[in-house]
């Protein structure tokens, strides 16, 4: 524990670290917690799971009093994000008491009012602490250090424009923290605004890609949902995260993968935030060892031992594809990516492969039994069951009532097949941006 109290955090914080078993700090804490507990402004270039939350929290806690009013705010881009970094706040702060209020949609605002007269540090999403300073239930005036948490997420998820709001709510003699996995112009024009003279800090990717094996099949169209059972009943494994693009497919591959004797959990937006979290808690705790989820669960959360993670759906560009590929080969353990490819899939596939810093080869299509298809999605049966239809793979996907709803990735057809053998390395195509690349996340 010498080497935490080296970095000047405080006894009570030290004695918690101590009982977690965190046996040293990770470089994000070695490089950016003594600039932060010296008072600096901080842009940090690090990935989940690299021990982030304990490098704003030890300031936080150690700078907030009880009953001082609101005195940090962290911003989050997601429910479940915001969730886990109180959780991991109250842990940290056992032996200095505050109060730690999570503010988020999903749930009644009722309560969250209630909690907010006497909180010391919130942690919430933009859209949700906006509705609480509109409703004024909520008061930024005390605010001593903010924190942007996952900043470039939420630029994508388009939360600028209410994030500046938020930060305009706070007084301008305050510490503001940024962290991020990758730092493009618009993280850049953000810092330059909002935050004073910010010591910029980066650490080596947590997920160690000598340790990531990437790899993807081209499959028929009619054989790709029965490829994915074959692979997770045979391919020897942890947890497993399955990725879909839309609610829609997460739900068809979770039911059938059910149907198909592989217990999975689905999780999306579409799930109220009590079934989200009580799901998340499952898969935490193991209860049921694949989790067919959209990329809502691709940022933020820090799920171990994932040694899987499959792309049922390709992303539409590799940042998402790297994000999600993240889940897994984490602080030197093993890790496999697997990309399951139809006809739909190459235009994704192929904006994928221009990363340069991406090296996914090609695998043979293993010999495998065809899988029927219980359950599809549509428009004319809103419990989704076929209505007695028990088909193959060749009908996967709702073609019985129509092309799938909620493609909104590319068209079937007319996309080139990838290269048999070839190894997915393409060229980087020039973006603007500067800063992170995956292998120094």
């Excluded at 490819?341 to 994928?352: I, T």
């Amino acid at each position: 524990m010498e080497k935490f109290r080296k970095l000047g955090i405080i006894e009570p914080i030290v004695k918690t670290i101590e009982e977690q078993r965190f046996e040293k700090p990770s470089e994000i804490q070695e490089k950016a917690i003594p600039l932060i507990l010296a008072g600096k402004d901080v842009i940090a270039g690090s990935a989940t799971g690299s021990g982030k939350t304990l490098v704003f929290g030890a300031q936080i806690i150690q700078n907030s009093e009880r009953g001082k009013g609101i005195q940090a705010l962290i911003l989050t881009p997601t429910r479940e994000l915001a969730e886990q970094v109180a959780k991991a706040l109250k842990k940290f702060s056992k032996y200095k008491p505050l109060e730690i209020t999570a503010v988020y949609g999903g749930l009644s605002i009722n309560p969250q009012i209630s909690e907010l007269r006497d909180t010391d540090i919130v942690v919430g999403t933009p859209g949700r602490i906006l509705d609480h300073l509109e409703r004024r239930t909520i008061d930024l005036g005390n605010i001593k250090t903010l924190v942007l948490d996952e900043a470039d997420r939420m630029l994508d998820m388009g939360f600028i424009k209410d994030v500046e709001r938020i930060i305009r709510e706070c007084p301008k003699k305050r510490q503001t923290l940024l962290f991020s996995a990758t730092i493009y112009s618009e993280i850049v024009h953000l810092a330059k605004r909002y935050m004073n003279e910010p010591h910029e800090v980066s650490a080596e990717a947590y997920v160690d890609p000598k340790k990531l094996t990437q790899v993807y099949y081209d499959v028929p169209d009619n054989l790709k949902f029965s490829l994915l059972v074959h692979l997770l009943k045979n391919e020897k494994a942890g947890l497993v995260m399955v990725f879909c693009n839309t609610r829609t497919n997460t739900d068809f591959v979770a039911k059938n993968l059910k149907y198909s004797g592989v217990e999975a959990l689905a999780v999306h937006g579409g799930f109220s935030q009590e079934k989200r979290n009580r799901i998340m808690r499952q898969f935490h705790s193991a209860e049921v060892y694949v989790l067919v989820c959209t990329d809502v669960a691709a940022r933020g959360l820090d799920i171990k031992d994932v040694s899987h993670v499959y792309n049922y759906d390709i992303p539409k560009e590799s940042k998402e594809y790297i994000h999600r590929i993240g889940r897994t080969a984490r602080a030197g353990k093993e890790g496999k990516a697997i990309s399951i490819l139809a006809s739909r899939d190459y235009e994704n596939f192929s904006r994928v492969q221009r990363d340069n810093e991406l090296e996914i080869t090609s695998e043979k299509m293993p010999e495998i039994e065809r899988v029927s298809i219980k359950w599809m999605a549509s428009r004319d049966n809103d419990r989704g069951f076929s209505r007695g239809y028990r088909g193959r793979d060749s009908r996967e996907r709702g073609t019985r009532f129509g092309r799938d709803r909620d493609r909104s990735e590319s068209g079937d057809r007319g996309h080139r097949r990838p290269s048999e053998g070839r190894s997915y390395s393409g060229r980087r195509p020039e973006t603007g941006r500067r800063g992170f690349s995956y292998n120094r996340r």
